[in-house]
């Protein structure tokens, strides 16, 4: 009973967060549905454990957005990425600053290679529900030639093996990627510049990459 109790909790936590940030990003220009069934089917697909993951970084990226949104004057980027960064208990490296420097798109995955961070351009070019988002691990959200799939998904099997790396410069050429079961399917041009470790502790967290969008 006290089990049952603490998922709804957590469920309706969940499900109002959704609500609160799909009010916020409408305030910035962004048009980003919460969900599309109130009982949140993606998220109840999730492990207990992985929901609860799935559930703190959203309160700390709503708790970043609305410290940087009350601060007044221009949206900083990144300093919203580094207010996530401290709410979510990751230390950045001494050359996150400079790699996040002007970056448009910036996207963190973390360990279970779900999207805990998205820099506010990455909403330019997405149809998919808030739920859909957090809850998807990046290659169930995306089509791309099967090229590139394996390649990315490679590189990404490696780095949450690679516990002693900072940053990985890449040099994927752009490729075309599509959005899956989303409501109007956008395509764009994609690839990945850099691939930085975030770690808590000495133990590898969460993947920061910074990418290039054409559409």
């Known amino acids: 009973m006290e089990m049952e109790l603490a998922l709804n909790s957590l469920t309706a936590t969940y499900r109002s967060n959704l609500e609160e940030l799909g009010c916020l990003l409408k305030t910035l220009g962004h048009e980003v549905r919460p969900y599309t069934h109130t009982h949140l089917p993606h998220f109840h697909q999730l492990s207990t454990s992985k929901q609860s993951a ?17 601060l007044g004057g ?6 919203f990425v580094l207010q996530f960064l401290f709410r979510m208990g990751i230390v950045p490296s001494e050359d996150l600053n400079d790699t ?11 360990s279970d290679q779900l999207q805990i961070f998205r820099s506010l ?10 739920e859909q988002l957090t809850t998807h691990p990046w ?27 900072t940053k990985l410069r890449l040099n994927f050429p752009f ?3 599509t959005e899956m079961n989303s409501a ?20 590898l967290q969460a993947a920061l990459l910074i990418e290039d969008w054409k559409f």
């Open 100 to 110: 996040i420097h002007r970056e448009k798109y910036i996207q963190i995955y973390n």
């Open 121 to 130: 351009s990455c909403y330019d070019r997405c149809s998919f529900t808030l």
């Open 74 to 79: 221009d949206f900083n980027h990144e300093r």
């Open 175 to 177: 490729h075309r990627v």
């Open 139 to 165: 290659f169930d959200l995306w089509e791309r030639d099967s090229l590139f799939y394996y390649a990315l998904f490679g590189l990404a099997s490696t780095a949450l093996k690679v516990v002693k790396f």
């Open 54 to 70: 799935v559930s703190a970084a959203l309160e700390a990226y709503i708790g970043a957005l609305k410290a940087e949104c009350q």
């Open 184 to 203: 109007n399917n956008f395509s764009f041009d994609y690839r990945i510049k850099s691939l930085s470790a975030l770690t808590r502790q000495g133990k």
